[in-house]
């Protein structure tokens, strides 16, 4: 069976998906993206992911390329089409296609929308949590608003190569005052030795990752001690444990942060319990 992508207007076979090279997310990185988990043939935290997509366009002066309803609709689609039950659904919204120029485009000219959806097999995410994962530390370089899920990711490429080289699978940025921020592709915590759990809060330096709020209701609704609050590396070194979220990994455990094992260099109980229990809380949409 081919894959098939949705590309502004029509579901195209995948491998001859194309757009203009023209288009300002090719140009410019001028455009933003969602990935959304699909798990048990069920879209998780759509509305949440959405929510987030129309906030990186509003505050890019970006329209929404369709009504949300339609949006859905066509997200459904290209799932159904590629019968995809357990992997990913990737959006991205670029502000559309017109002549090279740094300024907007001619009003009118109507945003880009690419969607595509593959299959990605859960044991393998299993596997790697129950092994736990490494993370290197690098010097945060990227510009302020993070918190726009932009599809310019570079200094997120090059760290996340850095640490593949360096046998781990995560890189996390610490700023000019020694804190952690977040992930190449994740959101970052620890746990501290009297068991509180400590992320960064999500106001500056990160994407408000929806897999971390998500946690965030977990940790509430099992009443567990919790900090929003920035940690040093230093602190993540010496935590209990640490782990790392995102809709692609979910909550991943930590075992190694540089050269440092962190707790007895096994995945940690939390976030064991945390990934396990993670799509009892999760809102699962049917396709
Ligand atoms: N931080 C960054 C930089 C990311 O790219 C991502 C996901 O791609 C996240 C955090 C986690 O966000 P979410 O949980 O919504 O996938």
């Not at 090279?100 to 859960?122: E, N, Q, Y």
């Not at 393998?124 to 370089?141: L, M």
């Not at 781990?168 to 994740?186: I, L, M, P, Y």
């Amino acid at each position: 069976m081919s894959r098939i992508a949705y590309v502004n207007g029509r579901y195209v076979r995948h491998a001859e998906a194309a757009v203009h090279i023209e288009d300002r997310g090719y140009q410019f990185a001028d455009g933003v993206y969602e990935v959304c988990e699909i798990w048990r043939g069920k879209v998780v935290d759509e509305r949440r992911h959405l929510d987030r997509l129309e906030r990186s366009l509003r505050e890019l002066s970006i329209a929404m390329p369709m009504s949300r309803a339609a949006l859905a609709q066509v997200m459904r689609e290209v799932i159904r089409r590629n019968r995809v039950q357990s992997g990913i659904v990737y959006l991205q919204v670029t502000r559309g296609v017109a002549r090279r120029d740094h300024v907007f485009p001619p009003a009118g000219t109507k945003p880009a929308l690419v969607i595509t959806s593959r299959a990605v097999r859960p044991e393998v995410g299993d596997k790697a949590a129950e092994a736990g994962v490494g993370v290197i530390t690098v010097p945060e370089n990227r510009w302020e608003r993070v918190d726009i899920k932009s599809v310019g990711l570079l200094p997120n490429v090059l760290v996340k190569q850095k640490a593949k080289e360096a046998g781990a699978k995560e890189a996390w940025f610490v700023d000019a005052d020694g804190f952690v921020t977040e992930g190449g592709s994740t959101n970052a915590w620890i746990i501290t030795t009297d068991n509180t759990l400590v992320t960064r809060p999500a106001e500056h330096g990160i994407l408000a990752g929806i897999t971390r709020r998500v946690v965030l209701d977990m940790i509430e609704r099992e009443g567990l001690s919790f900090d929003e609050r920035p940690f040093t590396v230093e602190e993540a070194k010496n935590a209990k444990e640490a782990f790392i979220t995102a809709a692609t990994t979910l909550v991943m455990p930590v075992v190694k942060v540089d050269d440092t094992v962190i707790g007895n260099g096994h995945p940690g109980s939390f976030a064991s319990e945390l990934r396990s229990k993670f799509h009892e809380v999760s809102e699962l949409e049917p396709v």
